[in-house]
């Protein structure tokens, strides 16, 4: 396959005004500027007006939350949690795979070609939660990189989340050794690869923290988790703990080129360089943060230190019907207005968007560019619309437009996912109503077990 014609934006190397890229099964053969030399057999696709990127990677979601998204509009996050949990303790496998269904199908019409998951709460007998979101990534095709998460500290032990949504540590470490056993696949063209993801320090005892990352390190699998997302939590850990929440990780062995953590919103110069120095990488989530009032990372100060940053669009319960698109956009005005219009530039944006992801993923020299080796995760985006076509940078206008431009295809591997803005492996519309049956079936279930919308969260 030939895609000829086209803008190329390859992240690593020099743009292309006019070009090919040229793949042989799974991976990019050759990329080259001007007109694609004749090869009888293969199938080509004009890209003209087109502007081929990587495939976007999304490095933080909860993919059930998009049943639960819309509650607790004003809250912060730890407002917000106590109220989620609540909804949460009801859900069942058939409430995460219409979740994962849509907001799967959702990330890719976005670009998406590779998404992690933090999947974290794991009621007692309500089916097999993990399989049903890996189920769901794989009808998609899209690569999925699902992290097991758990909770061990309750109320009763000093922690945020409600004993009824915990587990205890022993069940949380034999049920992700067994998922990694079942489902982690190492190789290049992997598109399942398993991480170990306690939630946060304030609902995970140190014990389980040590154990995960030593389980995770026996095992090879990648470790994440939530840390300094608020003001809050770092409250939390000065009383409980006697640190700020970088310090604990730090002592609990949790900095390396094998971890990336979400938010990271209040870090201190030394937490920067502590990031930088030891390959620890951050997922940026502007568009929650901003919903929950968290506060703006330091993304520029961080890059400029050296520390590696991707993009996620968190769960939808706390950004709801975000793109991963638009979080380009999202990030690149958060530092702008914090920092001046030098802060972050287009290109930077869409570098955090795409090798950012690969490397807090481990998958750096798999994805993340459009390079002759690396897998042919390919997002191809119609930049000649009317209305657009008066930006004749093809780049800016991705990054700076509130309107994301049409996706003409997206590739995974070689693979079309999304043509001309529509799901190509699954029915779209299905995949929609089945994320709203989702979040119908949850909320139900939540009211059967006396949760109460009016009273518990809009109080
Ligand atoms: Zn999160």
Redesign the pocket.
């Known amino acids: 396959m030939i895609i000829e014609n086209v803008y190329i934006a390859p992240v690593v190397g020099t743009e292309i005004p006019s070009g090919y890229v040229r793949i042989e099964g799974d991976r990019i053969a050759e990329v080259g500027s001007g007109p694609a030399p004749a090869n009888p057999g293969e199938t080509r696709i004009d890209g003209t007006g087109c502007l081929a990127t990587p495939g976007l990677v999304n490095t933080?979601?909860?993919l059930y939350q998009w049943a639960s998204q819309g509650l607790a509009q004003d809250a912060t996050l730890f407002e917000w949690l106590v109220a989620s949990y609540q909804v949460w303790a009801a859900m069942d496998a058939e409430v995460v795979k219409g979740a994962a269904a849509a907001g799967l199908g959702y990330l890719a019409l976005s670009g998406c070609t590779l998404s992690s998951d933090?999947h974290y709460v794991f009621p007692k007998g309500r089916g097999d939660l993990f399989a049903a979101e890996i189920e769901a990534a794989r009808e998609l095709g899209i690569r999925f990189h699902p992290a097991r998460g758990s909770m061990d500290r309750g109320q009763s032990q000093g922690g945020l989340p409600p004993d009824v949504v915990v587990e205890d540590r022993d069940t949380v470490l034999a049920a992700t050794s067994e998922a990694i056993d079942a489902y982690h696949d190492p190789s290049f063209s992997s598109k399942l690869r398993i991480a170990v993801a306690p939630c946060?320090p304030f609902s995970v005892t140190a014990e389980l923290m040590t154990d995960a990352a030593e389980l995770a390190r026996a095992k090879g699998v990648r470790l994440h988790t939530?840390l300094a997302?608020t003001l809050d939590e770092d409250e939390h850990c000065v009383e409980a703990f006697g640190v700020r929440p970088v310090d604990y990780m730090e002592k609990l062995g949790w900095l390396g080129p094998d971890v990336w953590f979400?938010?990271t919103v209040h870090l201190s110069d030394a937490d920067i360089d502590k990031f930088a120095a030891t390959g620890t990488g951050a997922a940026h989530?502007p568009s929650?943060n901003g919903r929950l009032g968290a506060g703006i990372a330091r993304v520029s100060e961080m890059l400029r230190r050296g520390a590696n940053v991707g993009l996620?669009v968190?769960?939808n319960a706390?950004s709801e019907l975000t793109t991963l698109s638009g979080e380009m956009r999202q990030a690149l005005l958060f530092q702008r207005a914090a920092h001046g219009p030098t802060a972050l530039t287009a290109r930077q944006a869409l570098e955090m968007a795409t090798m950012g992801g690969a490397r807090n993923l481990g998958r750096a020299g798999e994805l993340g560019s459009l390079e002759a080796g690396k897998l042919a995760d390919i997002a191809l985006w119609r930049v000649d619309s009317a209305f657009a076509s008066a930006v004749e940078d093809p780049v800016c206008q991705l990054v700076f437009a509130t309107r994301q431009p049409p996706l003409a295809r997206l590739l995974v591997g070689g693979e079309i996912v999304v043509e001309n803005d529509e799901l190509k492996t699954v029915d779209q519309d299905a995949s929609g109503r089945a994320g709203a049956e989702a979040h119908r079936r949850l909320m139900r279930l939540a009211r059967e077990r006396g949760f109460s919308v009016a009273k518990e969260v809009h109080t």
């Open positions: 933080h979601h909860h933090h946060s939530h997302e979400a938010h989530c929650s996620g968190d769960g706390s």
